[in-house]
């Protein structure tokens, strides 16, 4: 368009004329009267900035075609007035609604939250944001969608997760308070488990060490087993777990019961790292639990110490403390005695450094390591106390199961008035068995003790009701809200071969974000100890060519635990990966969107400068980023405080439109510069594999 008189333009623009010559005057373009010419450039650029009939009727055009499709997507209704009528009647607006994640598309969500979808994309276009009928929608949009109405919404989900309180969370937080504070805090004896691979003399060490530690103390007394005995060496007491084997400790573990301080890891120096030595080393690394490795049967001809030791580090990566590193190895001779004595004096030294403490007064915490029925004193359980003094008549609760200490029983075959810490003793007193592997908690009273029974049991059976398999998609889920990104795995194969293959291409998934942890590896079938251990640690199991044995299959389904089995590695891989991949927080890139220039610059009191804009290609978008060069020199980045095309503020300018362009808290802008738009794209990230890296 040529150039104009301010009368003509205003005519042009529907304006009138004093009304325009205001605008101009605010625009900082200077005129004199009416009359007065506004050259071409100018004219054109009101002419976009501020619009014309024409624009509109395209604008209306535009919002009729919308509603078409929404009628030939969701039939009639809100245009055919008898349709609309009805549709309003049933479609109420709602005040609070809940909904699920099937409603998340525009058209569903619509009729759930009673208001027309046309009204809805109506609405939104106004306010310059395009919807489609029946788009998905992302929770963000849907409670914006749901605030612009004033409809409450909730996800069934959300108010599902409800659940009672377990009482037995707020007694462990308070120990948890106490522990913070070293001044609660005293020594206690070491709790030890021993561990390794069979016949490898566990039975025998643990054997030797009762028999001549404990007679030493008590002469001819009846030594009856309740799981763990206690010894006295150098005036230091030492507790040990009377059974061996890393099934119950990790069986323990899982209910939230460590006993164990430290682990004695025995490998016989004729046969030396076996299958079950790596099982066990890997259930008390998982456990965090500092190990001793008792190299046994040094007394063999056949022993071979060094290879032993060569093992441990290929292995196990375990470096023993004469080679540099840090793990204290002892040869021993279970059977014979042989250095048993240095071994245990090991055990003290790494309790000292470990520095192994409990509260010794205040309530009682207690471990199980058994529950049994017994003829003469019915339920009872085998626990090592690990903070407070249990005595006879304390109130207690284990789990759902109730009871007063009735009698003490020490590791002797003795009755006791009370257990302190790192004490093994047989409780007498329980209404009922209770589990296992538990807790026992001592309580001020009975009232007490009944009502925290009765709350677990209601949380118990509504666990029950509820519980199914955690999915590998759910762990991922839990792992997103927390802080930890380390997806824990349990792996076992047909063969040593594929094993490794397995191995080595899971540890190639890498990111930053995600570690990948394999806390297990093992050639066989899934077992019970499998299960148990990734009970423990929140891992999942992933088998490759091997089925779960049944119980071990039980226990997961009891315990929620995931296995999932393959019979071709890429597939594991692949849904490995693409598991991790959606769970990896989308990269957000910078996407250059267009380009374009400024043509004038209008000078606004109170405002500042705006920059008159040709787009040259692509487009703007308002809530995008803008670089501005001047001469091919940067002179500012950053954000659009306002974007107007004609007079509306729009969200979006496309070339070969011209626009209004109010840079944020920046105001130096000159004709001739160049203006460089881009957003801010989310996009998933690939994982990327380690031959990835070498090619980037
Ligand atoms: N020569 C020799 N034999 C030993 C030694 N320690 C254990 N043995 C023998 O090795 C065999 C297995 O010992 P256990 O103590 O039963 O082994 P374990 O690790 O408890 O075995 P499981 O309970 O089956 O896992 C027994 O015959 C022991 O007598 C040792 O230091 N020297």
Redesign the pocket.
Known sequence: MARLRVYELARQLEMDTRELMKELHELGIEIKSHMSYIDEETVNLLLEMYGTQEEEEELIEEYEEYEEIDEEVNGKHFKNKEGSLEKLQTNKKKNSVKITEEDLKLDKFAEKIGIPQNKIIQDFFMKGEILKPGQSLNLQLAKKIAKMYDVRISFENEEKEEVIENPLIEIEKYFEEKYKNPENLKERPPVVTVM?H???????LLDYIRNTRVAEREEGGITQSIGAYQVEVNGKKITFIDT?GHEIFTEMRARGAQATDIVVL?VAADDGVMPQTIEAYNHAKSANVPIIVAI??I??PNANVEKTKQELVNKLNLIPEEWGGDTIVVPI????GQNVDTLLEMILLVAEMQEIKGIPDGPVRAVTIESKLDKGFGPVANVIVKDGILKIGDYIISGKVMGKVKALVNDQGKRVKEAGPSTPVMIVGFEELPDSHGIVYSVDSLDKAREISEKIREIEQKELRRKRHMKLEEILKMMEQSERKELRLVLKADTQGSLMALSGAINKLRSEEISINIIHSGVGSITVSDVMLATASDAIILGFRVKADSQARKMAEAEGIQIKTYTIVYKLIEELQAALEGMLEPEEIEEITGRGEIKKVFKIKKVGSIAGVQMIEGYVEKDGLVKVYRSGKLVYEGKIESLKHYQQDVKRVDAPQECGIKLENFDDIKEGDELEFSVLKKVARKLTFEEDKGEK
């Open positions: 390794g069979v016949d490898h003399g566990k039975t025998t061996p025995v046994n049967k007394d063999k001779s279970a059977k014979k």
